[in-house]
């Protein structure tokens, strides 16, 4: 009984770590002309190998995108022409995430104004995180065996409600453990706790 407690902890485990296994956006929906205070976030890095760069590529149709400083990150911001205040890459580089950690990556996001009475409108924001050794491409419009899906916005008319925090989610605590990593360790400690519990009934 222990054994199969131990092989359903392990599986269910591995599903709590898939929800920070992606490049996704933390607030990922938005109305038509609001403005959207969200991050990319790196839950992982390369293979057990450390991030020190990401790179987001903005859509032609957002106009005006402000990214927010990270602590002991550089911020480098390419624009679409030389004349042009349209921002169309975002660098986050010099840091070192550890592969285990989890960050995100700021940005305050002007929604497009478009329609959407009819059907939602997805906007893609490809990212290439580098880490010491090897790349992670998350530019896929969809995952598939060989692709990464890029962090994506759906506008639409009808936001899901979003639960408040106590802190930016693009901030960690003094020791760099951010809220999902703290959010990870407490779903993993409370899992093992229930799963051996109930194999020690029997």
Not at 18 to 31: K, P, R
């Amino acid at each position: 009984m222990v054994s199969a407690a131990l092989s359903s902890l392990a599986v269910l485990l591995t599903a709590i770590g898939g929800a920070f296994a992606h490049a996704e956006f933390s607030v990922d929906e938005a109305l038509p002309g609001s403005v959207l205070n969200t991050s990319i976030g790196i839950g992982h890095g390369c293979n057990g190998s450390n991030t020190i760069e990401v790179a987001v590529s903005v859509p032609k149709e957002v106009t005006n995108i402000q990214a927010l400083e990270v602590e002991n990150w550089n911020l480098t911001l390419t624009h679409r022409t030389d004349n042009s205040s349209q921002v169309s890459n975002i660098t986050w580089s010099g840091g070192n995430l550890d592969s285990h950690q989890y960050q995100g990556f700021g940005l305050i996001i002007d929604i497009p104004n478009v329609d959407v009475s009819q059907h939602n409108v997805t906007l893609l924001f490809p990212t290439i995180q580098t880490c010491v050794n090897g790349t992670n491409a998350w530019v896929a419009a969809e995952e598939t065996d060989t692709e990464k899906p890029a962090p994506k916005l759906t506008i639409t008319k009808e936001v899901t409600p979003q639960p408040s925090s106590s802190s930016s989610d693009n901030q960690g605590n003094q020791d760099g453990e951010s809220s999902a990593s703290r959010l990870l360790t407490g779903l993993s400690l409370g899992a093992a706790s229930a799963v051996l519990g109930s194999a020690l009934l029997f």
